[in-house]
């Protein structure tokens, strides 16, 4: 079992940088494929970002170039790094682990963190 705990949500402007945290609760996180997903009002769960325990990343083409993602597992964290956020980036952005994220689909999640709220304004 992995626990999950985002952190760094906000309200920014467009433009605008966050940093979002997840902390898990194992070492045993370590040999998962993380990942982070978001999810707009009306809108399906999808895929942002995710790397592997051997640092593969994977991005989705929307956030290519602005969003960063990284894993401490020393210190069992995962962070996303997102500047030149723009408004179709507000989302509530979930921590996710599993065994074949870098489809960024979000089937192959085990484990879910409960959500961090972000608000990018025009």
């Known amino acids: 079992q992995v626990q999950l705990i985002e952190s760094g949500g906000g309200s920014v402007q467009s433009g605008g940088s966050l940093r979002l945290s997840c902390a898990a609760s194992t070492y045993t996180y370590t040999t998962y494929s993380m990942g982070w997903f978001r999810q707009a009002p009306g809108k399906e769960r999808e895929g942002v970002a995710s790397?592997?325990?051997?640092?593969?990343?994977k991005y989705a083409d929307s956030v290519k170039g602005r969003f960063t993602i990284s894993r401490d597992n020393a210190e069992k964290m995962l962070y996303l790094q997102m500047n030149m956020l723009k408004p179709e980036d507000t989302a509530v952005y979930y921590c996710?682990?599993?065994?074949?994220?870098?489809?960024?689909?979000?089937?192959?999640?085990?484990?879910w963190g409960q959500g961090t709220q972000v608000t990018v304004s025009s």
């Open positions: 996710a682990a599993g065994l074949s994220l870098y489809t960024l689909l979000p089937k192959y999640a085990h484990y």
């Open positions: 790397i592997e325990s051997d640092g593969y990343t």
